[in-house]
């Protein structure tokens, strides 16, 4: 990956030393990048508290009703950055709800703005790693997963480090419900042939493009993220890649994702 100017929310551009990994799980950046104005670290000790799933103790039978009203049908979205696809869609589809996952304290707190300044009310949200939330979450309780420009982690030897893994592409389609939607955008063409390899060879999935163009365009009402920009600025297009969850499988335990 070309990278042009060093960002402090990429993991990519941190010293190996700087990156903090879970043993089990698939988070592997950075959770801190500079201090936070004072509205913000105060949406982050009196907001986030509100709209923050706990996930210590037993999920709950579905998600709907994590949302007032209940939710018509729950969406998740994983590592939302700076949150400006999340928000999008959560103006533009008032009866869904969304979970907005994201361990950067930084990216929580750009997100808390906006729905404070926004007043958003069917978003909720986890400050961690999404291998443990999909983990917590229940059977077929998800409609759809977006997973927007992730880590690419272009070294062979950081591969096993990236989101999309035989076991996590098992635990989404675990959580999603029959024709669930696993939706996956990147501009690095390495990880796009990863995914399409690994969603492939799953038995719960298939890819839904029918032509060039489905892959090649985003799709309709998509919002371009930070990300989605940055690489726009230095000539990359993105994939958008789309599919659809064809298997009924559910009452597995979740693996943990590892390697
Ligand atoms: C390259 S950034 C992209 C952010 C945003 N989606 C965009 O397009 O601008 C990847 C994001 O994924 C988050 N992330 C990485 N691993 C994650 C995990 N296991 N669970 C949830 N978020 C994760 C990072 O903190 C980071 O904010």
Redesign the pocket.
């Given at each position: 990956m070309s990278i042009a100017t060093r960002d402090p929310?990429?993991p990519e551009q941190s010293p190996d030393q700087d990156v903090a990994a879970h043993p089990h799980?698939?988070?592997?950046?950075r959770r801190k990048g500079h201090k936070l104005r004072s509205h913000q670290a105060d949406l982050i000790e009196h907001l986030l508290p509100r709209l923050a799933l706990d996930i210590t103790g037993p999920s709950p039978p579905g998600l709907a009703e994590l949302f007032d009203p209940p939710a018509g049908e729950v969406r998740l979205e994983?590592?939302?950055?700076?949150g400006?696809?999340l928000i999008a869609e959560a103006l533009a589809f008032p009866a869904t709800g969304f979970i907005g996952?994201?361990?950067?304290v930084n990216?929580m707190a750009k997100i808390l703005t906006q729905i404070e300044a926004r007043n958003i009310r069917n978003i909720r949200l986890f400050a961690g790693?999404?291998?443990e939330l999909l983990a917590w979450a229940p059977a077929h309780s998800l409609a759809r997963i977006d997973l927007?420009?992730?880590?690419p982690w272009p070294k062979r030897r950081h591969w096993k480090r990236r989101?999309v893994q035989d076991a996590s592409i098992a635990a989404m389609a675990r959580v999603l419900v029959p024709d669930g939607e696993f939706r996956f955008v990147s501009d690095i063409d390495d990880y796009c042939a990863w995914t399409l390899a690994h969603l492939l060879r799953s038995p719960d999935f298939l890819w839904t493009a029918e032509r060039a163009a489905d892959w090649r365009r985003p799709w309709s009402g998509y919002t371009v993220?930070?990300?989605?920009r940055k690489a726009e600025r230095e000539g990359r297009r993105a994939a958008y890649l789309r599919f659809r969850k064809t298997s009924s499988r559910g009452a597995r335990p979740c693996a943990r994702l590892e390697g």
């Open positions: 929310g990429d799980g698939s988070f592997f950046g994983i590592g939302f950055g700076g400006e696809h996952c994201e361990p950067y990216g790693d999404a291998a927007i420009h992730p880590d989101f993220t930070r990300y989605g």
